[in-house]
């Protein structure tokens, strides 16, 4: 835990240093205040459905431009191979820069927090739907933040990366309208569950189910798996 904390830091230091993080951070917050004034102006509620619920959208495009850095430009610059060969656990090396960016994105959830205190000084917000969209955007922040390590160990080009990043999180953006549109019951039912609409959304309504959670928390899973199985290959190159 020791090594996975070295690099959390360093890797956090790194960040926060570079233009692209605060370039990511002007945008998030913007799309935010805009997701907000476009949800309370649409209903007139004191909710913060509507902006949960695009933010998640959001965030599939913007993480991986965010982590494409990680492991691609360490190979292109040549101290991957260097890492690879120090005695270094590979989970170390993964959950260090994983956790580095999650820790970035609650940092931006917490600066978010504005609108929320809004509604309450306007309104009378359900804190209980509030509450659950947030645990909904961390939990995406967690996934997308693993599916972007993932595409970043698998090129030494960091904007090929980031790409590629979107490109594997898509799917799970395009099933969601993709069900609606076909007659099997069947697929319909496989693509709902595959959905981000259908995971997201209803914790954006205040309801938390098991198996939503179970399905981020799987996707993270499996992302940092295939990131350590890519790594790994590389050691047999």
């Known amino acids: 835990m020791g090594i996975a904390w070295a690099i959390f830091k360093k890797e956090l230091r790194v960040t926060f240093v570079s233009p692209l993080a605060w370039v990511f951070l002007v945008a998030f917050l913007f799309l935010a ?3 907000f004034y476009m949800g309370i102006s649409s209903n007139g509620e004191a909710s913060t459905r509507v902006m949960m619920a695009n933010l998640s959208i959001a965030l599939m495009f913007l993480l991986p431009m965010l982590t494409m850095r990680h492991f691609a430009e360490e190979a292109r610059s040549g101290t991957l191979e260097l890492m690879m060969t120090a005695p270094v656990p590979l989970w170390s090396l993964i959950v260090g820069k994983w956790a ?3 820790a970035l994105c609650l940092v931006l959830l917490l600066m978010t927090g504005l609108f929320p205190a809004i509604l309450a000084y306007y309104g009378e917000p359900d804190w209980g739907v509030v509450a659950t969209g947030y645990l909904g955007l961390v939990l995406c922040c967690m996934m997308f933040v693993a599916a972007g390590v993932f595409s970043s160990s698998l090129t030494e080009e960091p904007v090929a990366g980031g790409l590629l990043g979107v490109l594997f999180l898509m799917p799970f953006w395009v099933t969601g309208p993709a069900a609606e549109m076909v007659q099997s019951a069947t697929a319909r039912t496989v693509l709902r569950a595959l959905a981000l609409r259908t995971h997201m ?11 939503d959670v179970s399905w981020f928390l799987l996707g993270t899973a499996g992302f940092l798996f295939l990131t350590w199985r890519s790594l790994e290959s590389r050691r047999w190159r």
């Open 201 to 211: 959304g209803a914790m954006s309504k205040g309801v938390v189910d098991t198996a």
């Open 100 to 102: 580095s960016t999650v």
């Open 33 to 35: 205040g805009l997701f």
